[in-house]
């Protein structure tokens, strides 16, 4: 059986919804980065090393990265050549089937699961420079977690940028959840410390916690993170049971340097990719995961409150190939 199909099977597992909102989220890439690949393989007879040089430029041009990129050739070179594949047309899905390999790592699937806790509160700190997508994300999470049936708070923990208590309100009264928060310059620390008493005293299940996204001074942001989980510890032991880097896709390489700064900074124990919809670079997930090592928990498919999906690599790999599967059937 092709890969293609293979990877249909196992994607057929979940609702089609999912699917959809993969294939749709990724249109932008798929029309740039498997656009490129079909007509490379389509202007190639034979695979050589012309072939794998192209293929090269368009990976890193997807934003895959540099050292991904040689990894991932390297390997396709090894498998056309273990596989004796002399067609370019075959090519196509051993990179499929290598961008999942490279993706999951050897590890299991689990990765995207978060920690949450069987009983008692989870807290889920988000962290990332301003603009990225936190509170839009906090928003629909909250959703997710409302719709699974659990009790949700907020804490409005970006008290520095005008607005940004306003904007998680907003986010608090379409969902429906309840926003803990002081007024405007206050301590997020102290935010924190109600929030977490607000959540006790409710015996709420998930406590998402929102921050400012100051980066220009890297001691001052270490410094309040580091305040902020102090006091999150203190409160619960064990926790921040998560803490979720956002990062904004359609940065590119510089969603790169601000992973590396802030996991400096602090623990991050996943990445939430967003605006995946709005880049034609979505092979920034395959450079984040291999390169940084920390997995993508979720990607951000649209502004809208069910466009948050938890991150599938095959699910992934299918949107960025649905063309192909779906002209083989
Ligand atoms: N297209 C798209 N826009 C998004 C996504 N996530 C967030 N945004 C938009 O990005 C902008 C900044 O988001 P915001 O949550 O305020 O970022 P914050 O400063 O990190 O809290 C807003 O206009 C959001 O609607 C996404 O997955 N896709
Ligand atoms: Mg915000």
Not at 150 to 162: E, N, Q, W
Not at 206 to 216: M, V
Not at 218 to 238: A, H, Q, S
Not at 266 to 290: E, F, P, W
């Amino acid at each position: 059986m092709s890969f293609f199909k293979k990877l249909k099977e196992k994607i057929s597992k979940q609702t089609d919804t999912v699917t959809e909102k993969f294939k749709q989220g990724l249109t932008k890439t798929r029309d740039n980065f498997s656009g490129k690949v079909n007509d490379l393989v389509a202007r190639y007879r034979k695979v050589d090393e012309d072939f794998f040089e192209e293929l090269e430029e368009i990976l890193i041009g997807a934003d895959v990265g540099f050292d991904t990129v040689m990894e991932l050739i390297d390997e396709l070179k090894m498998e056309v050549k273990r596989k004796n594949i002399q067609d370019p047309q075959e090519v196509q899905a051993v990179i499929s089937e290598k961008l999942v390999d490279i993706y999951q790592g050897g590890t299991t699937e689990a990765t995207s699961e978060l920690n949450i806790q069987e009983s008692g509160l989870t807290v889920i700190l988000f962290v990332g420079v301003n603009g990225v997508g936190k509170t839009t994300t906090i928003g629909k999470l909250g959703h997710k977690f409302k719709s699974e049936g659990k009790t949700v708070l907020m804490a409005a923990g970006d008290t520095f940028r005008a607005g940004a208590i306003e904007q998680l309100e907003v986010w608090g009264e379409r969902v429906g959840v309840e926003v803990i928060k002081q007024g405007a310059g206050s301590d997020p620390a102290a935010v924190m410390y109600d929030a977490i008493q607000a959540a006790k005293a409710r015996k709420a299940d998930i406590l998402l916690c929102d921050t400012a996204g100051r980066l220009q001074n890297k001691v001052n942001l270490m410094k309040e993170l580091e305040k902020v989980k102090r006091v999150i510890e203190r409160e619960i032991p064990g926790a921040p049971h998560e803490v979720l880097l956002v990062l904004d896709a359609t940065t590119g390489q510089n969603a790169m340097i601000q992973a590396k700064t802030f996991k400096e900074a602090t623990d991050v124990s996943g990445i939430v990719l967003t605006k995946l919809d709005g880049t034609a670079k979505g092979g920034i997930v395959l450079a984040i995961r291999n390169e940084l090592n920390i997995p993508v928990k979720f990607v951000g498919l649209g502004e809208k409150m069910d466009d948050l999906q938890k991150f599938d690599a095959e699910q992934y790999v299918y949107g960025l190939f649905a063309n192909q599967v779906e002209e083989e059937e």
